[in-house]
């Protein structure tokens, strides 16, 4: 069995970066990303804060603009208008999920699809849909495609099972399996799937976007499969310190002695989303700059 390492490969993307960032600062460009985070959700400060960190290891200048939860739609507009304005700016970000009383869709919406370097406005979905270069593919399933590539499985006449249809992982990876890049027979299961255990015993790679923690277990997985665990939950337990621990959507512990290639969680698929969110924003940049 080979854990696949998401931080050594996340670590591999980020100094690819660097090198790409150290060649626009000879042009003098400096990408930049926005992460707009309105509210309070503690689990949401912490990825923007680690969006941020990076941005800073890696020269990447970074904005955070904190907004009130009681923030109206028509003030969050505004903010993601003034960056769509703002040259500095190449990525804009907005943390998901916003409050209940913000329409989400409608904000991503307003985004320049020029900087939505999250991949969710409808013109980047329709240039994945259409495997256009020109678009911005979401981090969290171009990460996952990346690690499969440089943990050497091969994808092409693969039998893959998706498990989980959102249009933030699902949709989009199943998307990037079935396309060139992937050349994968394809099969997005989902929570009105009949016999989902039948359907995934069939797979040579399961990527599991459920959201459900230990959903997946080992009466489900073939023996030599490859699984990509997307899941990031939070369970209590009392032995430690922060109170929870995270768990995937894949009971890491009886499946893993059946898989040849498994990622763990932490330490999987989550370092990898931050770092294509740099990739995508250094290729904002190179957009921007009319550089290929
Ligand atoms: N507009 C938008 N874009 C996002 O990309 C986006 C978002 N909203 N909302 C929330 C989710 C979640 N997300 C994660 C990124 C990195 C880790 C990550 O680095 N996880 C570490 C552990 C982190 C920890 O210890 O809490 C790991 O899995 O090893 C996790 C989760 C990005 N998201």
Redesign the pocket.
Known sequence: MQKID??LVAERVLSECKEQIAELQDKGITPGLAVVLIGEDP??K??VG??ARKCEELGIYSRKIEMAADSTQEEVMAVVEELNNDPAIHGI?????PPAHIDEEAIVRAINPAKDV?G?HPENVAKLALEDPSGYV???PAGCMRLLKDAGVETSGAEAVVIGRSM?VGKPMALLLMGREGNATVTVAHSRTKDLAEVCGRADIIVAAIGKPEFVTANMVKEGATVIDVG?NRVEDASKKSGYR?VGDVAYDEVAPKCKAITP???????M??AM?MQNTVQAAKFANGIA
């Open positions: 998401g931080k689990a949401s912490v990825y680690s969006k970000l907005v943390q998901s999920p999250d969710f979401p981090c969290t933030i990031i995270l969680v932490p330490g999987g698929v989550g370092p989303t931050i969110l």
